[in-house]
């Protein structure tokens, strides 16, 4: 798989980590719920925070949305690929939300 990082749970600590690319580093924020919606936890570096219905409706979609940071009214739609699936279905096999992102020492 080449370089990579791995998530750990924060909220589900005896969760396995899951070890993804290392680009998904930057992908990870097209899943992440902004801190500030009710309900998010306090974020420390490298945490996120995915609601669980939205993992359950990409899933069932095999996609997810885009808004353009340009325009608002611009929205692409993203197939899933097989890593992201991997992604989601470890967040709802284990029932994590809360996850922390650490790059893999060499």
């Known amino acids: 798989m080449g370089r990579e990082i791995r998530l750990i749970s ?15 580093r930057l992908e990870i924020v097209y899943f992440m719920t902004p801190g500030d919606a009710k309900g998010a936890p306090a974020l420390g570096a490298n945490e996120y925070w995915i609601e669980p219905q939205n993992v359950e409706q990409w899933l069932d979609e ?7 940071p340009l325009d608002a009214e611009s929205v692409a739609e993203i197939e899933l690929t097989e890593e992201h699936e ?6 709802k096999k284990y029932g994590v939300c809360h996850v922390r992102l650490l790059r893999e020492e060499s």
């Not at 924060?10 to 998904?24: C, G, H, I, N, S």
């Not at 991997?86 to 967040?91: A, F, P, Q, S, Y």
């Open 86 to 91: 991997r992604w989601l279905e470890w967040l």
């Open 62 to 68: 095999g996609c997810f949305s885009v808004v353009s």
């Open 10 to 24: 924060v909220d589900k600590p005896d969760t396995p980590p899951l070890a993804m690319p290392e680009r998904f």
